[in-house]
Each structure stands twice: as C-alpha cells, then as structure tokens.
C-alpha cells in the first residue's frame, strides 16, 4: 500500500470516530448512536469511503469523460440482500445515488413488498457511470468496473444477490440462456446464492404484460423463502 493510500484510510477512520462520536450513523440503521463501533466496523467502513472514493474519481475507462457524476451505490454494508443492475441511467447519473429513476421507483416498491425497506439492502450496478443515450455497456468497460463490484461483494457479503438484467446475469452466471431462461433459478457465486430476474426497466416497457410481473414476483418470494421473509 503506497504512502498516500495508508494517509487516506488513517484520514477516513478519524473522520468516522469523530462521526461515531457525535451520534452520527449514515452508514449503517444497525449502529446505535450511543455506542462506539467495534474497531472491526470502523476498519470496513474505513475500507468501504475509501472504495467509494476511488470509485467517484475513477477515469479507467472513457465512461468518466460524459459522466456527471459516477455512481458508486448505497445500502447498508451488514446488507443480506444485494441488487446489481447493469448501469446508471440519465436520472442517476444526475443524482449519483443509483435507482432513482422510474426504474428504481418500481425497484423500491418490490424491496417493500419483499418486506424490507430499501435501507435494509444494498443497491449498485455492474458499470458505475452511465453509458452515453443508455446503451448496454461495452465488455471494456465492464471489465474495467469489475474489481470495484467484486470489492462491494466480498465487503458486504450478501445472502442473496438479486441480478438485474441480462448484463448483470451475465456477470454472475456463465451462459447464454436468455433472461427468460435463467430467471426463477439461484445460481452460485462465490458462494452466495444469485437470483437473475428482470431488470425493472423491462417491465416498464412490459407495463401491460402481467405475465412478465408475475415471473418477476415468484423470483422475489424464492429469495424471500430463503431469507425467512415469508
């Protein structure tokens, strides 16, 4: 770790004490005011502003040169449940917090329905800045996003993670299936159970198909089942 890396993280863990004595909790609703975090929570939320900082001045790739703001993604980091969409659209691109749009509007209502509300889970997507006119990112540049995604993963460790479209299927699941195929099955990742359903956009474009709303629903209660939030 260089010099200016070890300066950084000994600065992101002052400001998280100075934070923590104050009251402050915005991090996590699990962290009682009243109470100093054990130095383990200090270590990973020191870890987790650092990611987040690396993410937000990124410019691997030429993504960051349109971007308004890059869009790292929000949650709890003690999240049992995690959703990865594919990319920031126009609305979060403009607001740097993912799933605002209509899109996470609907996403919102679904974390409700599956009993939770969206501060219980963690929300990001495979590519953290948005794709010029919102198109599919390119493999470049998914590759280029992946270490910052896998960091999120391996710092929260999620139960479950809930994929969001075919990119975001993509990235957890060796296939060629399509949604409609992969959808309904847990699958594997480095040992945490990986739901691909269709991403909420979809159904927006689907607005009239109940078919497609369903499909989606009975994916959410297998998560719930096996969370134990029937």
């Not at 703001?69 to 607001?95: C, Q, R, S, T, Y």
């Not at 974390?111 to 501060?119: E, G, L, T």
């Not at 993963?153 to 993509?170: F, Q």
């Amino acid at each position: 770790m260089g010099e200016k890396a070890e300066k950084l993280i000994i600065n992101l863990e002052e400001r998280l004490n100075f934070f923590s004595e104050l009251g402050v909790n915005f991090l996590s609703s699990s962290v009682s005011p009243s109470s100093t975090p054990p130095s383990s929570s200090v270590s990973k939320s020191s870890s987790y502003l650092s990611l987040r900082e690396r993410i937000l001045h990124c410019q691997k790739c030429l993504l960051s040169q349109e971007r308004k703001n890059a869009v790292p993604g929000e949650g709890i980091l003690e999240a049992e449940l995690m959703f990865v969409g594919e990319a920031p659209g126009h609305d979060e691109d403009i607001k740097g917090c993912p799933f605002v749009g209509k899109a996470g509007q609907l996403l919102t209502k679904i974390i409700n329905a599956m009993h939770f509300q969206r501060q219980d889970v963690y929300i990001t997507n495979v590519v953290k800045c948005r794709p010029p006119q919102n198109r599919t990112p390119y493999r470049k540049e998914i590759d280029q996003c992946k270490p910052y995604l896998l960091e999120q993963i391996e710092m929260i460790e999620p139960r479950v993670i809930v994929a969001l479209g075919k990119v975001a299927a993509d990235f957890f699941i060796a296939s060629d299936l399509s949604m409609s195929l992969l959808r309904g099955n847990f699958y594997e990742f480095n040992k945490i159970r990986v739901m691909p359903t269709f991403h909420p956009s979809f159904l927006i474009r689907n607005e009239g198909n109940r078919k497609i709303k369903k499909m989606v629903w009975e994916d959410m209660k297998k998560v719930m089942a096996f969370l134990g939030k029937e």
